[in-house]
C-alpha cells in the first residue's frame, strides 16, 4: 500500500520560511518523479514543482520559482519542499504527489500524470 505523508506545514510571516516533507513508502522510491502541488482557497489546485527520479532535474512554476527549492532522499525515501520569501499568495494546501516514470529527466507538471498523492498540510502566511 503506497503511502504519502506530508508534513511541515504551518503558520509563517510573510517573508518568512517553511520547509515541507514527504515521506513515502510501499513504493520503490527511485522508480517515481515527485511532485508538490498546491490548492488555495476557491482556486484549482495547481503545479508547484517536480523533482526527477535521480533526483537530476527539477521544474518549478513561475510564482514560485527562486524561492521554492526541491530535494529529495533516496535513502530515506523523503521529498522536501523549501519554501522561502513566502508571501500570503502562497497560502494553500500544499499537496505531494508520485508519478512513476520511465524518464530519467521527467518532472511532469501535470496532474494527471501523477499515480499517488499524499493527503496535505495547510501552509498559511500572514501578511
Known amino acids: 500500500q503506497v503511502q504519502l505523508v506530508e508534513s511541515g506545514g504551518g503558520l509563517v510571516q510573510a517573508g518568512g520560511s517553511l520547509r515541507l516533507s514527504c515521506a513515502a513508502s510501499?513504493?520503490?522510491?527511485?522508480?517515481?518523479?515527485m511532485g508538490w502541488f498546491r490548492q488555495a482557497p476557491g482556486k484549482e489546485r495547481e503545479f508547484v514543482g517536480a523533482?526527477?527520479?535521480?533526483?537530476?532535474?527539477?521544474n518549478y512554476a513561475d510564482s514560485v520559482k527562486g524561492r521554492f527549492t526541491i530535494s529529495r532522499d533516496s535513502a530515506k525515501k523523503m521529498v522536501y519542499l523549501q519554501m522561502n520569501s513566502l508571501n500570503p499568495e502562497d497560502t494553500a494546501v500544499y499537496y505531494c504527489?508520485?508519478?512513476?516514470?520511465?524518464?530519467?529527466?521527467?518532472?511532469?507538471?501535470?496532474?494527471?500524470?501523477?499515480?499517488?498523492w499524499g493527503q496535505g498540510t495547510q501552509v498559511t502566511v500572514s501578511s
Open positions: 523533482i526527477s527520479k535521480n533526483g537530476g532535474y527539477t
Open positions: 510501499g513504493l520503490t522510491f527511485s522508480n517515481y518523479a
Open positions: 504527489a508520485a508519478d512513476r516514470i520511465w524518464s530519467v529527466s521527467g518532472t511532469p507538471t501535470a496532474q494527471v500524470e501523477y499515480d499517488y
